[in-house]
Protein backbone atom coordinates (compact mmCIF):
# COMPACT_ATOMS: atom_id res chain seq x y z
CA UNK A 1 0.00 0.00 0.00
CA UNK A 2 1.10 3.45 -1.11
CA UNK A 3 1.48 6.45 1.58
CA UNK A 4 -0.30 9.48 0.18
CA UNK A 5 1.32 12.50 1.77
CA UNK A 6 -0.96 15.64 1.30
CA UNK A 7 1.11 19.17 2.01
CA UNK A 8 -0.48 21.88 2.99
CA UNK A 9 0.42 25.25 2.04
CA UNK A 10 -0.81 28.53 4.48
CA UNK A 11 -0.13 31.15 2.88
CA UNK A 12 -0.57 34.52 5.13
CA UNK A 13 -2.23 37.39 3.04
CA UNK A 14 -2.02 40.93 4.70
CA UNK A 15 -5.18 42.98 3.50
CA UNK A 16 -4.31 46.55 3.08
CA UNK A 17 -6.88 48.84 4.65
CA UNK A 18 -6.60 51.94 3.94
CA UNK A 19 -6.20 54.63 6.64
CA UNK A 20 -8.61 56.57 8.29
CA UNK A 21 -8.66 60.35 8.25
CA UNK A 22 -7.94 61.65 11.00
CA UNK A 23 -9.78 64.60 12.97
CA UNK A 24 -7.84 67.04 14.85
CA UNK A 25 -9.47 69.92 17.28
CA UNK A 26 -8.45 72.93 17.82
CA UNK A 27 -8.27 73.93 21.00
CA UNK A 28 -9.10 70.56 22.39
CA UNK A 29 -6.37 68.99 20.96
CA UNK A 30 -3.62 71.70 19.69
CA UNK A 31 -3.42 75.01 21.06
CA UNK A 32 -2.38 76.50 17.46
CA UNK A 33 -3.99 75.81 13.38
CA UNK A 34 -0.86 75.61 12.62
CA UNK A 35 0.10 72.85 14.72
CA UNK A 36 -2.95 70.65 13.95
CA UNK A 37 -1.79 71.12 10.08
CA UNK A 38 1.46 70.34 11.13
CA UNK A 39 0.03 66.99 12.35
CA UNK A 40 -2.02 66.39 9.41
CA UNK A 41 -1.86 63.80 6.57
CA UNK A 42 -3.76 64.33 3.26
CA UNK A 43 -6.98 63.93 3.57
CA UNK A 44 -7.23 64.69 7.60
CA UNK A 45 -9.45 67.34 9.19
CA UNK A 46 -8.50 70.06 11.49
CA UNK A 47 -11.79 71.14 13.09
CA UNK A 48 -11.33 74.81 14.67
CA UNK A 49 -13.63 76.02 17.32
CA UNK A 50 -14.59 79.76 17.42
CA UNK A 51 -12.04 81.77 19.00
CA UNK A 52 -9.58 84.49 18.07
CA UNK A 53 -6.11 82.69 16.75
CA UNK A 54 -3.38 85.19 16.58
CA UNK A 55 -0.88 82.84 14.10
CA UNK A 56 0.10 83.04 10.32
CA UNK A 57 -0.85 79.24 9.05
CA UNK A 58 1.03 77.58 6.08
CA UNK A 59 -0.52 74.12 4.78
CA UNK A 60 2.41 72.97 3.78
CA UNK A 61 2.04 71.00 1.01
CA UNK A 62 -1.13 68.90 2.87
CA UNK A 63 -3.90 68.39 1.17
CA UNK A 64 -6.16 68.59 4.30
CA UNK A 65 -9.15 70.12 4.97
CA UNK A 66 -9.15 73.18 8.12
CA UNK A 67 -12.47 74.34 8.75
CA UNK A 68 -14.32 75.90 11.48
CA UNK A 69 -17.33 74.30 13.27
CA UNK A 70 -20.19 75.42 11.25
CA UNK A 71 -18.69 77.31 7.72
CA UNK A 72 -22.73 77.51 6.61
CA UNK A 73 -22.96 79.81 9.52
CA UNK A 74 -21.98 83.35 9.25
CA UNK A 75 -22.29 83.74 12.80
CA UNK A 76 -19.50 81.21 13.85
CA UNK A 77 -17.57 82.34 11.13
CA UNK A 78 -17.49 85.75 12.24
CA UNK A 79 -16.04 84.08 15.92
CA UNK A 80 -13.30 82.19 14.19
CA UNK A 81 -11.09 84.04 13.38
CA UNK A 82 -7.28 83.33 12.23
CA UNK A 83 -5.23 87.35 12.88
CA UNK A 84 -2.03 87.41 11.52
CA UNK A 85 -1.80 90.45 13.29
CA UNK A 86 0.62 92.17 10.56
CA UNK A 87 2.82 89.22 10.26
CA UNK A 88 2.73 88.06 6.85
CA UNK A 89 -0.20 86.50 4.76
CA UNK A 90 -2.44 85.02 7.16
CA UNK A 91 -3.07 81.79 4.91
CA UNK A 92 -0.35 80.17 2.78
CA UNK A 93 -0.70 77.72 0.31
CA UNK A 94 2.78 77.39 -1.80
CA UNK A 95 3.87 74.08 -1.74
CA UNK A 96 1.79 72.70 -4.88
CA UNK A 97 -1.29 72.08 -2.59
CA UNK A 98 -4.98 71.21 -4.80
CA UNK A 99 -8.38 71.37 -4.73
CA UNK A 100 -8.27 69.12 -1.86
CA UNK A 101 -6.62 71.59 0.35
CA UNK A 102 -9.54 73.46 1.60
CA UNK A 103 -9.68 76.70 3.86
CA UNK A 104 -13.74 77.14 5.29
CA UNK A 105 -15.35 78.89 7.89
CA UNK A 106 -13.23 81.16 9.22
CA UNK A 107 -12.82 85.02 9.14
CA UNK A 108 -9.44 86.02 8.02
CA UNK A 109 -7.74 88.95 9.13
CA UNK A 110 -4.76 91.30 9.88
CA UNK A 111 -2.73 89.78 7.17
CA UNK A 112 0.25 91.92 5.62
CA UNK A 113 1.26 89.93 2.77
CA UNK A 114 3.82 87.39 1.80
CA UNK A 115 7.38 88.75 -0.47
CA UNK A 116 7.65 86.97 -3.25
CA UNK A 117 10.95 88.25 -5.09
CA UNK A 118 10.00 86.18 -8.10
CA UNK A 119 8.13 89.14 -9.73
CA UNK A 120 10.05 92.20 -10.39
CA UNK A 121 13.35 91.68 -9.01
CA UNK A 122 14.49 94.88 -7.40
CA UNK A 123 11.18 96.25 -5.97
CA UNK A 124 9.97 94.77 -2.61
CA UNK A 125 6.39 93.22 -3.66
CA UNK A 126 4.03 91.83 -0.77
CA UNK A 127 1.12 89.15 -2.38
CA UNK A 128 -2.45 88.16 -0.37
CA UNK A 129 -2.57 89.66 2.75
CA UNK A 130 -5.03 87.35 4.25
CA UNK A 131 -4.31 85.00 1.54
CA UNK A 132 -1.42 83.83 -0.49
CA UNK A 133 -1.36 81.36 -3.01
CA UNK A 134 1.83 80.91 -5.34
CA UNK A 135 2.10 77.67 -7.48
CA UNK A 136 -0.67 75.89 -5.42
CA UNK A 137 -4.68 75.36 -6.18
CA UNK A 138 -6.64 74.95 -2.97
CA UNK A 139 -10.07 75.33 -2.41
CA UNK A 140 -11.23 78.42 -0.43
CA UNK A 141 -14.75 78.67 0.65
CA UNK A 142 -17.22 80.26 3.28
CA UNK A 143 -15.16 82.37 4.53
CA UNK A 144 -14.87 85.85 5.58
CA UNK A 145 -11.33 87.64 4.88
CA UNK A 146 -11.45 91.49 5.69
CA UNK A 147 -9.00 94.06 7.42
CA UNK A 148 -6.46 92.85 5.89
CA UNK A 149 -3.53 94.56 3.34
CA UNK A 150 -0.78 94.84 1.12
CA UNK A 151 1.50 97.68 1.60
CA UNK A 152 1.76 100.65 -1.06
CA UNK A 153 4.81 102.76 -0.06
CA UNK A 154 5.88 104.46 -3.13
CA UNK A 155 9.86 106.09 -2.57
CA UNK A 156 12.17 107.88 -4.20
CA UNK A 157 13.34 104.65 -5.90
CA UNK A 158 11.44 101.66 -6.99
CA UNK A 159 14.04 99.51 -4.98
CA UNK A 160 13.16 101.47 -1.79
CA UNK A 161 8.98 101.33 -2.72
CA UNK A 162 7.03 98.72 -1.35
CA UNK A 163 4.17 97.27 -3.20
CA UNK A 164 1.22 95.15 -2.48
CA UNK A 165 -1.10 92.66 -4.56
CA UNK A 166 -4.21 91.47 -3.61
CA UNK A 167 -4.95 92.76 0.19
CA UNK A 168 -7.35 90.32 0.21
CA UNK A 169 -6.30 87.13 -1.38
CA UNK A 170 -3.77 86.72 -4.35
CA UNK A 171 -3.38 83.31 -6.44
CA UNK A 172 -1.01 83.33 -8.38
CA UNK A 173 -0.02 80.55 -10.86
CA UNK A 174 -2.88 79.14 -9.32
CA UNK A 175 -6.10 77.55 -10.12
CA UNK A 176 -7.59 77.92 -7.04
CA UNK A 177 -11.42 77.78 -6.28
CA UNK A 178 -12.23 80.41 -4.44
CA UNK A 179 -15.90 80.54 -3.66
CA UNK A 180 -18.93 81.92 -1.62
CA UNK A 181 -16.60 83.93 0.27
CA UNK A 182 -16.81 88.17 1.74
CA UNK A 183 -13.88 89.49 0.60
Not at 13 to 42: G, H, K, W
Not at 66 to 93: H, L, M, Q, R
Not at 119 to 134: D, L, P, Q, R, V
Not at 141 to 147: F, L, R, S, V, Y
Request: with cysteine; glycine share 14%.
Amino acid sequence: MRKITRSILVTSCVFAIPALAATRLVPDEYPSIQMAIQDCNNGDTGIVSPGVYYETINFGGKNSVGTGTEPNNPKIVGYTIIDADGDGSAVTFENGETSAAVLTGFTITGGFGTLNSAFEAGNTIFWGGGIYCYQASPTITKNIIAGNRAPVVLANTEAESLLGYGGGIACIESNAIVTHNII
